[in-house]
C-alpha cells in the first residue's frame, strides 16, 4: 500500500499529466471501444492525436465474444463477467505499447451500477494503480458510492472520474436544473477529479442524433457550474464533433462511433477483395 505522501503525490503528478494534455489539444478526445482494447488500433489513434484512452469492461465483453455479444447493448447485460485481470492487462498494453505521455482512465466491473452488483475495492484499484492506469472511469448511480470509489482513487494515487446521468444508469440521475446543480456539488464535494454529463445517446455511434434544446440547456448549465475537468459522453460522432467542440468541454468521449466505421471499412474492404 503506497503512504499518504506517496498518494498524493502520485494525485498531483496525474493531474499534472491531464493538464498538460488538456494545455496542449484544448478540447481533448477520450477514446473507449476498440480503440482502447486492441493495441494496434489505440496505436493509429494515438499517431492521430489521442492522448487520453478508456479501456472498458463493455467494450473487453465485446472483444472477447463474452456470452455472444455483439453489439454495446448486449455488453451491458454480462458486463460485469469481465474478469478484472483482462481490464489490467490492457492497461498494462496501453502504457506499454504507448509510454508514459498518454492518460489512461479505466472502467471495470463494479465500476459501474451492474445489473448484478459486484464489489469493487480498495485492493482493485491498486491493481489498477500498479497496472499503469491513471485514473477510475465510472458510472455509478449513488453520489455515496462515488464517494467511496473517489477516497479509493485517492489512496492508490489515481483519479476518480464520474458522471451525472437524466434517465439511465450511467450516473446520478438529474433530470431537473435543481437536481443537476446538486448533482455537480456533490460530486465534487465527494472528490471526484473529472466530472462528465451523459447525453442519454450512450452507443448509438453513427446513428446518434443532434442534441435537443433539453439536452443543450442542461450542458450550458452544467458548463457554467462545474468547477474540475468536464467531459461530455454519448452521441459524438466525426459528423459533430466541430460543432461539439465549441460546447466548452475539457473532454469529449467517443467510443461507438469510431468503432461503427472500423467495423464498416473491414466489412468494405473484405468485400472489395473478395470481389477482386
Same mark, same amino acid.
Given at each position: 500500500?503506497?503512504?499518504?505522501?506517496?498518494?498524493?503525490?502520485?494525485?498531483?503528478?496525474?493531474?499534472?499529466?491531464?493538464?498538460?494534455?488538456?494545455?496542449?489539444?484544448?478540447?481533448?478526445?477520450?477514446?473507449?471501444?476498440?480503440?482502447? $482494447?486492441?493495441?494496434?488500433?489505440?496505436?493509429?489513434?494515438?499517431?492521430?492525436?489521442?492522448?487520453?484512452?478508456?479501456?472498458? *469492461? #463493455?467494450?473487453?465483453?465485446?472483444?472477447?465474444?463474452?456470452?455472444?455479444?455483439?453489439?454495446?447493448?448486449?455488453?451491458?447485460?454480462?458486463?460485469?463477467?469481465v474478469p478484472l485481470s483482462r481490464?489490467?492487462?490492457?492497461?498494462?498494453?496501453?502504457?506499454? =505499447?504507448?509510454?508514459?505521455? =498518454?492518460?489512461?482512465?479505466?472502467?471495470?466491473?463494479?465500476?459501474?451500477?451492474?445489473?448484478?452488483?459486484?464489489?469493487? $475495492?480498495q485492493e482493485d484499484v491498486l491493481?489498477?494503480?500498479?497496472?499503469?492506469?491513471?485514473?477510475? *472511469?465510472?458510472?455509478?448511480?449513488?453520489?455515496?458510492?462515488?464517494?467511496?470509489?473517489?477516497?479509493?482513487? *485517492?489512496?492508490?494515487?489515481?483519479?476518480?472520474?464520474?458522471?451525472?446521468?437524466?434517465?439511465?444508469?450511467?450516473?446520478?440521475?438529474?433530470?431537473?436544473?435543481?437536481?443537476?446543480?446538486?448533482?455537480?456539488?456533490d460530486y465534487e464535494g465527494a472528490?471526484?477529479?473529472?466530472?462528465?454529463?451523459?447525453?442519454?445517446?450512450?452507443?448509438?455511434?453513427?446513428?446518434?442524433?443532434?442534441?435537443?434544446?433539453?439536452?443543450? *440547456?442542461?450542458?450550458?448549465?452544467?458548463?457554467?457550474?462545474?468547477?474540475? =475537468?468536464?467531459?461530455?459522453?454519448?452521441?459524438?460522432? #466525426?459528423?459533430?464533433?466541430?460543432?461539439?467542440?465549441?460546447?466548452?468541454?475539457?473532454?469529449?468521449?467517443?467510443?461507438?462511433?469510431?468503432?461503427?466505421?472500423?467495423?464498416?471499412?473491414?466489412?468494405?474492404?473484405?468485400?472489395?477483395?473478395?470481389?477482386?
Open positions: 500500500m503506497t503512504t499518504r505522501f506517496e498518494a498524493e503525490s502520485n494525485v498531483k503528478q496525474r493531474r499534472e499529466k491531464l493538464d498538460g494534455i488538456l494545455e496542449d489539444q484544448g478540447t481533448a478526445l477520450m477514446l473507449g471501444g476498440i480503440m482502447a $482494447t486492441d493495441m494496434r488500433i489505440a496505436r493509429a489513434a494515438y499517431r492521430g492525436g489521442c492522448r487520453i484512452f478508456e479501456p472498458n *469492461h #463493455p467494450a473487453m465483453a465485446l472483444q472477447m465474444g463474452l456470452s455472444g455479444a455483439t453489439t454495446m447493448n448486449e455488453a451491458e447485460a454480462i458486463r460485469h463477467l481490464m489490467t492487462t490492457a492497461v498494462e498494453g496501453l502504457r506499454a =505499447v504507448l509510454g508514459d505521455e =498518454v492518460f489512461i482512465t479505466c472502467a471495470a466491473a463494479g465500476t459501474f451500477t451492474e445489473q448484478q452488483p459486484v464489489p469493487f $475495492t491493481k489498477l494503480a500498479y497496472a499503469g492506469a491513471d485514473c477510475v *472511469h465510472s458510472h455509478k448511480s449513488s453520489i455515496e458510492d462515488i464517494a467511496q470509489l473517489a477516497e479509493y482513487c *485517492h489512496r492508490a494515487g489515481l483519479l476518480c472520474e464520474a458522471y451525472i446521468s437524466a434517465y439511465d444508469t450511467f450516473g446520478v440521475q438529474a433530470p431537473t436544473d435543481e437536481l443537476l446543480l446538486q448533482a455537480i456539488k472528490g471526484v477529479d473529472i466530472l462528465g454529463l451523459c447525453t442519454g445517446m450512450i452507443y448509438q455511434g453513427q446513428g446518434a442524433t443532434g442534441f435537443s434544446e433539453e439536452c443543450l *440547456h442542461r450542458i450550458r448549465l452544467f458548463i457554467e457550474n462545474t468547477h474540475v =475537468v468536464k467531459a461530455l459522453e454519448g452521441g459524438i460522432k #466525426p459528423g459533430n464533433i466541430g460543432a461539439v467542440k465549441k460546447l466548452g468541454f475539457d473532454i469529449l468521449v467517443m467510443s461507438t462511433a469510431l468503432d461503427n466505421i472500423c467495423q464498416e471499412a473491414t466489412t468494405t474492404t473484405v468485400k472489395t477483395v473478395m470481389n477482386l
